[in-house]
């Protein structure tokens, strides 16, 4: 089974424009995360995946794999379908490029999903984390996610989810942790099909898998990842650095 990571990289960000290439203890942050993911030791290769010739050049520069988009997306998961089209690979996994501090043992375990799917049941993997912090419930910034017995999502929403009619009734509330590791053909399919209802109300990529009927294992993590979406948190990695 060959198992390769890809970062997507745009150098347009929404809330810190060129955050992917600012400085964080004398290396950028996309070199950071690109080396950081071939450190893991557990991709048969790693690319990055951008619109930049920025990043690109970075990339290349500091003796890594780049690949420049095509064309325009909307989501990572299209600039990545495209970049793997033509690629003899079984399984892809999605890492951020924002986050460079990439831990191991939650990758790991997404893998091991694919590793014991015999019956080739699952079409991708993601991560979750319980949180009780009723802000936390509450924000939309959360995306939540509801499993059923056996750990396959049954819907993704910025609302809560469940919603708790009974008050005497107990919850658990899981936040959903946006690394993916997908079968190719999954992806392919994505990058195929337009986006339905679901997607747009919520404007939640995965919802698509969902309306189209594939199946996505969630697997529990204690793990919530450092990401880098403003320069107050660029600050908070240089002194964890």
């Known amino acids: ?25 004398g290396k950028t942050i996309i070199t950071r995360t690109y080396q950081a993911a071939v450190q893991t030791e557990l991709f048969d290769d790693v690319f990055v995946v951008t619109d930049s010739d920025i990043i690109f050049k970075e990339i290349i520069a500091n003796g890594g794999k780049a690949i420049m988009s095509k064309k325009e997306h909307e989501s990572g998961s299209d600039r990545i379908a ?6 003899d690979v ?30 080739h049941e699952v079409d991708l993997a993601s991560l979750m984390m319980q949180i009780t912090d009723r802000e936390d419930i509450e924000s939309p910034n959360n995306v939540k996610v509801i499993v059923d017995q056996k750990n396959f999502a049954l819907y993704f929403s910025r609302s809560v989810i469940p ?27 994505f990058y195929k099909l337009p986006m339905q209802m679901l997607e747009k109300c919520e404007k939640l990529e995965q919802l698509r898998y969902l309306e189209y009927g594939k199946k996505i294992k969630m697997v529990q993590t204690s793990h919530a990842g450092i990401g880098i979406d403003t320069p107050e948190d660029l600050e908070k990695a240089r002194k964890m650095l």
Request: aromatic share 10%; no cysteine.
């Open 1 to 25: 089974m060959k198992i390769i990571a890809v970062i997507p990289a745009r150098y347009a960000s929404t809330r810190f424009p060129g955050k992917l290439m600012e400085d964080l203890g």
């Open 82 to 87: 495209e970049a793997i089209e033509l690629m």
């Open 90 to 119: 079984d399984i892809v996994v999605n890492v951020q490029g924002d986050e460079p501090f990439i831990n191991k043992e939650p990758l790991a375990d997404l893998l091991e999903v694919f590793k014991s799917d015999v019956a």
């Open 163 to 189: 919603y708790v009619r009974d008050k005497e009734a107990e919850a658990t509330y899981y936040k959903h942790i946006g690394i993916y590791a997908f079968r190719k053909h999954a992806l392919l399919d």
